[in-house]
């Protein structure tokens, strides 16, 4: 409710919207991104004491200063600043002859409303056409953001049960997985725990990945090890750029087999069984 009103008192002047320091963090965001967080603000007319006519988003044409604005027809004789109720006289509306097509547009949709005595003009917060009364970060930023396409490696890189830290990770990608003959050592060494047949290529290991078809078990097997297996790569890479510090690949492949082991371990509380068929894949193929 407070960002909606903040929002809601700097908004009602568009044309001379400022953010201020009275209001939160948050609402004066929202003020800077007004082209598109205006039309999120609809007022809902009562008396029209406070609606006014050409800077409230009350008809469904959004902004009648925004509508007009796109042609060359002026103000037509109504005041920058009258309200609703400054343009109705004991229910009818008092407009000067229409001028234009669009001004007829808005006179034809004033005569299917009438104003309320008693009943204050109020706003409503709707983001994507559903009202809401309260605000919600989630709502306004996959509006902003939009709809994307999902990427088909999603699943494998965003698994159930995997390690968080895991899943990010920001670094060019050819020659660090696996053209890099210690990176691939160590790919080609883990990848044959669980049974799967490593790749040199990216692009082939992301389509065998999203092709697996074995059970449940060894495919969550499969990417958790994977996943480990491109963070410490980019850990072990970090780490000798920034503060010289170079591991051999066994003492990597170590290091991997016990945080593999760590994950299983962690399991055994909530799901035993998971946990102990995960541990014996993993231990099956150990050389």
Known sequence: VWVRDALQCSLSNYWTVKTSATNSWLANKLIKMHGEVYTWIKLRVGDGENCRFWKEDWSPFGSLQDYFYSTSASRQGIPIDATLSDLNRSGNWALPRARSEAMLQVQTALTTMSLQEGLEDGYDWIVAGALTT??????????LKGVEAKEPWAA??????????????????????????????????????????????????????????????????TLLCWQAVIYMLWRERNQRLHIQRFQSSDTLQIALDRLIRDKILSLRSSSPLLSSSLMQKWFATKR
């Not at 309260?134 to 509006?143: I, N, P």
């Open 134 to 143: 309260s605000y919600k970060t989630t709502d306004v930023y996959w509006e």
């Open 156 to 221: 494998i890189v965003c698994t159930k049960g995997g390690i968080p830290k895991h899943s990010f990770l920001p670094e060019s990608r050819d020659h660090l997985f696996f053209q890099c003959p210690y990176s691939w050592r160590i790919w080609s060494e883990m990848a044959q725990r669980c049974s799967f047949i490593p790749s040199q290529s990216w692009q082939t290991t992301l389509n065998q990945l999203m092709g697996l078809t074995w059970n449940k078990h060894t495919r969550r097997l």
